[in-house]
Each structure stands twice: as C-alpha cells, then as structure tokens.
C-alpha cells in the first residue's frame, strides 16, 4: 500500500518498458525512468568514491550505498554527517567527461553533472 499518490506514481516508474524510460546512459546504453537514476548510475563507469563512512572509514560512490553500508554494518540508521561527504574533486576521468549526453527520447540535451 501506497500512503502517498506521489509514492505510487514513483513505484509505477519501476514497471516502464525500456522505450518508455526517457534517459539513456550513453556509455553503456542502459535507461532510466528518472533523470535522478541516470546521475546515479554514472557513477559507476567512475572510480571515484565521494562518500565515506565516519566509524570505519569505507568509501562507496553514493549516499545510498553508504546509507545501506551504515545500516548492515554499524546498524546505524541516523542521517548522514556531513563530514561523511568527501570535500575533493574526482580526478578526471575521460570515460565520463564532465559534459554528460542524456538522450530524452527524440531529441539529446547536453546537461553538466558534477560528481
């Protein structure tokens, strides 16, 4: 059961066909629903680790993935610390260049994501 109309429009996001999702990673081709998911996903063409856990140190590439991290681990369930957040920049990494295409169904728009 949803609570939320919003939370059930989100969930009914996850049953597109892979025509319907409207952005495309254009390193591997894989699509996405939600702009959101794509940024999400480009971290994994990249090595670097923005996030890192502030009781053992681990690095992961997003806060979902620290957020799951924290919990499994450590069973912490609080927010996340700001000093969990890496202040560096990534090093440049000419697989994912700055300047990210995203291929909304017809037409592609060039959008700059910062990791």
């Known amino acids: 059961a949803f609570f939320r109309k919003r939370n059930l429009k989100v969930h009914m996001l996850t049953h597109m066909s892979?025509?319907?999702k409207?952005?495309?990673c254009h390193i591997c081709s894989h699509r996405f629903s939600k702009k959101a998911?794509?940024?999400?996903?480009?971290?994994?063409h990249s090595s670097f680790r923005r996030y890192a856990c502030e009781v053992c140190g681990?690095?992961?590439k997003t806060k979902d993935s620290l957020?799951?991290?924290?919990?499994?681990?450590h069973k912490l369930v609080t927010p996340l610390p700001q000093a969990c957040v890496?202040?560096?920049e990534p090093e440049f990494d000419p697989k994912l260049n700055i300047s990210t295409t995203?291929?909304?169904?017809e037409e592609t728009v060039?959008?700059?994501f910062q990791f």
């Open 67 to 73: 957020k799951q991290h924290r919990k499994r681990v």
């Open 58 to 60: 681990s690095q992961v």
């Open 110 to 112: 060039i959008e700059e």
């Open 22 to 24: 409207r952005f495309a």
């Open 18 to 20: 892979e025509a319907e």
């Open 37 to 44: 998911f794509l940024v999400n996903h480009l971290t994994t």
């Open 86 to 88: 890496l202040q560096q």
């Open 102 to 105: 995203v291929v909304v169904k």
